[in-house]
C-alpha cells in the first residue's frame, strides 16, 4: 500500500453511536493531520499531530477524540455527534510541521471518510 | 473571515481553449501557495505551488502566477482537457505556521 489510506470509506451513525475513522500512511512522513470539508465551506483543519504529538486543536468539540499512537496511524474517536457533524473527514501527512521550509508542508490527503449523522 | 477566497465556486471551459481559476488572500503574511485538485471520491491532490519571491511558477500545462501587490494568485490551464474536470482548491500558509488555509473551492468542468 502506498500513500494516505483511510478507513472506512463511508459511515452512517446515530448520535449515540461511538465510531472510529482510521488513517494509516505509508510515506514516512512525520505530521499528520484531520481536515472537516463541509458543503460549501473551506477545508478546516481539525487537529494536527507531529512527530505523534499533537500540536494543533482547532477549536473542535470535545465529542472529537483524535489519537495517533505512532507516527503511520491517526485514528478520530466519534461520539455523541451531532447531525451538523456530517461531513468528509479528510486526513493528511505532510513530511514536516512548520519546519521553515514551506515545500514541507505539501500534504498528502486520503481519499476521505464520508460520515452521516442521523 | 476568510482568508483565502476562491470567488467562482464553477467555471465552465471547451476543450483546447485557456482555463483561469483565481484565488485572493488577506492576510500580507502569507509566503506560499499551493493549488490543489479534486476528483469526485477521492482526496485532494498537490498540483502546483508558488513561493512570495517568485511570481509565476510553470509545470508543464499548469502554470500559477502570484501578484504580491494585489494580493491575487491566478491558475492557469493551457490547453484545457476533460480529465482536468475537477475541484481546485488554493491555499496558502506562513512561516513558521506548518498548517494551510484553504479556498472553498472552484470546480471546474471542461466540455468536449
Known amino acids: 500500500e502506498t500513500g494516505v489510506t483511510q478507513t472506512p470509506r463511508h459511515l452512517v451513525m446515530g448520535m449515540t453511536n461511538k465510531k472510529s475513522l482510521k488513517c494509516e500512511q505509508h510515506?514516512?512522513?512525520?505530521?499528520m493531520y484531520w481536515y472537516k470539508q463541509s458543503a460549501k465551506k473551506p477545508l478546516e483543519l481539525m487537529f494536527v499531530?507531529?512527530?505523534?504529538?499533537?500540536?494543533e486543536n482547532n477549536s473542535v468539540p470535545s465529542r472529537f477524540s483524535p489519537e495517533c499512537p505512532n507516527s503511520s496511524h491517526l485514528f478520530l474517536h466519534l461520539h455523541t455527534l451531532q447531525p451538523e457533524d456530517s461531513a468528509l473527514y479528510l486526513c493528511?501527512?505532510?513530511?514536516?510541521f512548520g519546519g521553515g521550509f514551506a515545500g514541507a508542508n505539501v500534504l498528502t490527503f486520503g481519499a476521505g471518510s464520508r460520515l452521516t449523522v442521523l | 473571515d476568510q482568508q483565502v477566497k476562491q470567488n467562482s465556486p464553477s467555471l465552465s471551459v471547451q476543450e483546447g481553449r485557456i482555463s483561469i481559476l483565481n484565488c485572493d488572500y488577506t492576510?500580507?503574511?502569507?509566503?506560499?501557495f499551493l493549488w490543489y485538485k479534486k476528483y469526485p471520491a477521492e482526496g485532494p491532490t498537490f498540483l502546483i505551488s508558488?513561493?512570495?519571491?517568485?511570481d509565476k511558477n510553470e509545470d508543464g500545462r499548469f502554470t500559477v502566477f502570484l501578484n504580491k501587490s494585489a494580493k491575487h494568485l491566478s491558475l492557469h490551464i493551457v490547453p484545457s482537457q476533460p480529465g482536468d474536470s475537477a475541484v481546485y482548491f488554493c491555499a496558502a500558509s506562513a512561516p513558521s505556521w506548518g498548517n494551510l488555509i484553504f479556498g472553498k473551492g472552484t470546480k471546474l468542468s471542461v466540455k468536449p
Open positions: 493528511a501527512s505532510s513530511q514536516d
Open positions: 492576510n500580507s503574511m502569507f509566503d506560499y
Open positions: 499531530y507531529n512527530f505523534k504529538e499533537q500540536t
Open positions: 508558488i513561493s512570495s519571491i517568485k
Open positions: 510515506l514516512g512522513h512525520n505530521a
